[in-house]
């Protein structure tokens, strides 16, 4: 019976391209997995996913006290916003906003209530003002409705 010398001697060389044949492909399939795990951690990562969102679709969150609660991108564009408050079947509440912006915008900037129902009619006032009248339903003045913080939603579209 022949020994592994041999047995090996004659077929060393085959041996040896099949075993770098073996490790090219292992560590190919490694590169491949480490760069796929790179992308996804890049791609789904919350910084990144942050970033496209305030390029894509800034927008602010403000309360009727004229405080600016998040700001995802849309402040880099708005350079005033200011709540007008006023007297309402008795209630305190805000019936204009005005958004200055710092430049032309080519959209004009989508405002929305979070936390209240109400029409928003916009207007263009002077320069590059943007002025929202809040028309507001029939008050039913509860406890509820009286001591509410209304947050506002302004979005900027490109």
Known sequence: MPGLKEWYGNRHP???YITWAIAFIVGYHALMEFIDWRVEEKIYGDKYLREI???LRPFVI???NNSILI???AMQYI???RVIQ???SGLQLPLKIIITPKEPLRRDPVLSCLNDTM???QKRGEGFDYIYELKHPIL???EDTVDITRHFKLEILY
Request: charged share 35%; no cysteine.
């Open 14 to 16: 085959v041996i040896k």
């Open 53 to 55: 969102a305030v390029n």
């Open 62 to 64: 403000f309360n009727e």
């Open 71 to 73: 700001d995802e991108g």
């Open 79 to 81: 350079e005033k916003i």
């Open 86 to 88: 006023g007297e309402l």
């Open 119 to 121: 029409d928003i009619i």
């Open 140 to 142: 039913l003045a509860t």
